[in-house]
């Protein structure tokens, strides 16, 4: 991991009016490494990650770009920068082909008239650099599984070239084998060395792929994590900011039962 980190928030804070959201929240995230982003509903998850999407300027502290102070305010700043965001509802077009979606937007053309050619190359040299299998790259994306949808969405937002990807609840619907493939996807992202932030609920999934565990908690941090040292139950109480909780009670009554 390079010990500087490509994206650093220092004591950013933000408001909507008379609502204060976020406060003097830290975080950090190094190329190469999953840092998962966890809260309860309403912790300033959404928030957040439309700060550093550049959707929402903030009102104060410092978003540092390996290591230098930058300012994101609109989305365009964070995309100029290498952040690339992948929303929940994914904004795919179901009538629209594999390569349609992913050159929505930054069609290629030649001699101006659109390139079908070219971009049905590179989208299927990307399809296959990041191990994605589909049927075809010419089937409206309709036709795809909850988890096909979820990759060609990745895949997009790879189109850039970004150094940090934000996945927000990459999983949340998708059934065991679906969520397994979306896994991989974000495997193979950190080796290629990609820094990544995952927003998830679940924590099955964290588990499986972060590095560390960052928690909000209203609008606040409440814990930073690394998901090989850490329990389940330690992460949950951060989250709910009980100590005694369903989670931690069975885990009681499984020592007990042990001893």
Not at 22 to 33: I, N, S
Not at 119 to 143: C, G, K, Q, Y
Not at 172 to 191: F, H, K, M, N
Request: net charge negative.
């Amino acid at each position: 991991m390079s010990p500087l980190p490509v994206l650093a928030l220092r004591g950013v804070s933000k408001r909507f009016g008379a609502v204060q959201a976020l406060t003097d929240v830290a975080l950090e995230v190094h190329p190469g490494e999953v840092v998962a982003l966890v809260g309860d509903n309403g912790a300033g998850k959404s928030t957040l990650v439309k700060v550093i999407a550049g959707v929402h300027p903030i009102d104060e502290g410092v978003i540092e770009w390996d290591g230098a102070p930058v300012t994101v305010a609109r989305p365009h700043d964070a995309q100029h920068l290498g952040i690339a965001t992948v929303y929940q509802d994914l904004a795919l077009c179901d009538n629209i082909d594999v390569v349609g979606n992913l050159f929505l937007g930054r069609e290629l053309r030649r001699r101006g008239v659109l390139d079908e050619v070219e971009m049905e190359r590179r989208a299927r040299e990307l399809l296959d650099t990041l191990s994605i299998r589909i049927p075809s790259v010419r089937i409206p994306v309709a036709s795809l599984s909850g988890g096909q949808r979820q990759t060609v969405a990745i895949a997009r937002s790879l189109l850039g070239e970004p150094r940090l990807v934000i996945l927000d609840e990459p999983t949340a619907a998708l059934g065991v084998e679906q969520t397994a493939q979306v896994l991989d996807l974000v495997e193979r992202l950190r080796q290629r060395g990609h820094a990544l932030i995952l927003i998830s609920h679940n924590m099955a999934d964290v588990k499986v792929v972060a590095d560390r565990v960052a928690v909000l908690r209203l609008g606040r941090n409440n814990g930073v994590f690394d998901v090989g040292t850490t329990s389940q139950e330690e992460i949950v109480s951060a989250i709910t900011g009980a100590t005694d909780n369903a989670v931690t009670r069975r885990a009681a009554r499984i020592g007990e039962g042990r001893s």
